[in-house]
């Protein structure tokens, strides 16, 4: 996902938002990775990447108290998000059964 916040001190807002929410989802079995980055020169831009053991893990964060506090109070910072969803084509950890959707 990749945001872009009204200014500087919204950005700030919303990365203290990402941290409350991710005690939330550190606790949670199927999802593998979950981070924040900021983009060097674009100060009000922010990018996640998350990695969900399958769909199913996805659609389950996305049902959580934690997530949908987020869900709701981010758009308090942003003037524009953007959601790319990915499928393993090839890559180190990726099932051998030609499967992309595992």
Do not use: C, W
Request: hydrophobic share 35%; charged share 30%.
């Amino acid at each position: 996902m990749r945001f872009t916040a009204r200014d500087t001190a919204a950005a700030e807002r919303f990365d203290a938002l990402a941290a409350e929410t991710l005690k939330g989802i550190e606790g949670e079995p199927g999802t593998l990775v979950y981070v924040n980055h900021n983009v060097p020169r674009e100060p009000n831009v922010r990018v996640f990447y998350e990695l969900y053991a399958g769909r199913e893990a996805f659609e389950a964060r996305e049902e959580q108290p934690h997530v949908r506090h987020f869900l709701a109070e981010r758009e308090h910072f942003l003037t524009s998000k953007e959601v790319t969803f990915l499928h393993d084509i090839a890559g180190k950890g990726i099932p051998q059964d030609g499967d992309p959707k595992k």
